[in-house]
């Protein structure tokens, strides 16, 4: 691996330990102003301090965003679809090389869409930003997107294979679901640091923490979560209780402790 990935890598995943609490608040490209994101620049600097990398769009990281020289920069690559339109996996890149140079990003990010019409347009995508960063050292983090195919986002087999796709394809990280027991035949089968998503807001804090921490167990390499942090009532305590889990091998217990002190 060059210098240049290598040193960008470690803003993303702390080089102490090599496992990341990466902060997604990209949602907005496709979503809107959902609930808890409707001011992206508050959830940013409630949260920024706690976290290895944030995760956004450019139009995010230009306007809500107070450059602090430590949090690693994730910039949303690929988008041009909504939720209000007809297909929600119709994505196309967004945004160049050049525009992630420009902002000093640590990692560019585009989602592929295994098993829907637009597999091939999305994993093309992929390939052609994994083609356009090499030359920079500049890393490429997949999402294994689900669209609005639910059920996918609990089955192994479908994350296997989606989580694979994206690594042969060039992915340094893929960022995916957590399945349950079996998760581990994903991280096993996937040559490339795996991060999980947090998908809708859980009933509890204490379900998330039980899924961050048995994903951790299963061989993940961290987190990048949106809605159960910053839709929760006490963001900054989630965010710290799932630190200690990623980082300081914190148990579940731990965690709701971490959260209540924080309150
Ligand atoms: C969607 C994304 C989001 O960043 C992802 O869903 C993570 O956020 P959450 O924890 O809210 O699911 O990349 O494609």
Redesign the pocket.
Known sequence: MGIGKANRLARVFRPTDGFSVML?L??GYALGPIKGLERPAEVIKTLQDHVDAL?ATRGVFNNCFTPDGRAGIVLRVSGAVTIAGPDLTNESLTATIDDALRLAADAVAS?IFVGTDNERESIKNLARLVSACAPYDMPVLA?T?VGKDREKQFDSRYLALACRVAAEHGADMV?TYFSGDSFETVTRSCPVPIII???PKLETEVDVFRMARAAMDQGARGI?????VWQNANPVGMIKALDAIVHDGASVDDAVAIFNEVR
């Open positions: 997604a990209d949602h995760m989602s999402v997107a960022k998503a947090g998908g990048d979560m949106g809605r159960n």
